[in-house]
């Protein structure tokens, strides 16, 4: 399979085509991924039902049972738990860091050690998040594999 990347001045929104004589496996895979990275996440944001691409959340969090996801403009409450937005949207580049928050890696800036051996993300929109030293080696075991598959 062949990549072609061609820039466009003037769009309005980036688009992607798959050209193709016969879905084998590669070609499969390569739509599954694309199908989770495209997908919209659903919940309500001041009492009116939203639904935003994934590839626009910072981060997933959990307080008292209730899991919200924040974009750089709303904090949308959702009906499904961590375990499922993992399950679901994993593909798209979201990694757990504490026990209740899931970052998207695409949306971080960079991260910095601190004293307590945690860490600290820095969000591309200036926020901060500390993962816990617990998930911090299975975060960069994934944050790996994700550059890995990047570059294929």
């Given at each position: 399979?062949k990549?072609i990347?061609?820039?466009e001045?003037?769009?309005?929104?980036n688009?992607?085509?798959?050209?193709y004589?016969e879905i084998?496996d590669?070609?499969k895979?390569?739509?599954?991924?694309?199908?989770?990275?495209?997908s919209?996440?659903e919940g309500?944001?001041?009492e009116?039902?939203?639904?935003v691409?994934?590839?626009e959340?910072l981060?997933?969090?959990?307080?008292?049972?209730?899991?919200?996801a924040y974009?750089?403009?709303?904090?949308i409450?959702?009906?499904?738990?961590?375990?499922?937005?993992?399950?679901?949207?994993?593909?798209?580049?979201?990694?757990?860091?504490s026990?209740?928050a899931?970052?998207?890696?695409?949306k971080i800036?960079?991260?910095q050690g601190?004293?307590?051996?945690?860490?600290?993300?820095f969000?591309?929109?200036?926020e901060k998040l500390?993962?816990?030293?617990?998930?911090k080696k299975?975060?960069m075991?994934e944050?790996e594999?994700?550059k890995e598959?990047?570059?294929?």
């Amino acid at each position: 399979m062949k990549l072609i990347k061609t820039k466009e001045r003037g769009l309005t929104e980036n688009y992607l085509e798959l050209h193709y004589d016969e879905i084998n496996d590669e070609t499969k895979e390569v739509i599954s991924r694309l199908d989770t990275t495209l997908s919209n996440v659903e919940g309500t944001y001041d009492e009116k039902h939203v639904s935003v691409p994934v590839t626009e959340v910072l981060y997933f969090d959990t307080v008292d049972r209730k899991t919200f996801a924040y974009t750089d403009k709303m904090c949308i409450e959702m009906r499904i738990t961590l375990r499922n937005v993992l399950d679901n949207y994993s593909d798209a580049g979201l990694i757990r860091i504490s026990k209740s928050a899931v970052v998207n890696v695409y949306k971080i800036d960079h991260l910095q050690g601190d004293i307590n051996m945690r860490t600290t993300i820095f969000l591309k929109n200036g926020e901060k998040l500390v993962m816990n030293r617990g998930y911090k080696k299975e975060f960069m075991t994934e944050l790996e594999r994700i550059k890995e598959r990047n570059r294929k």
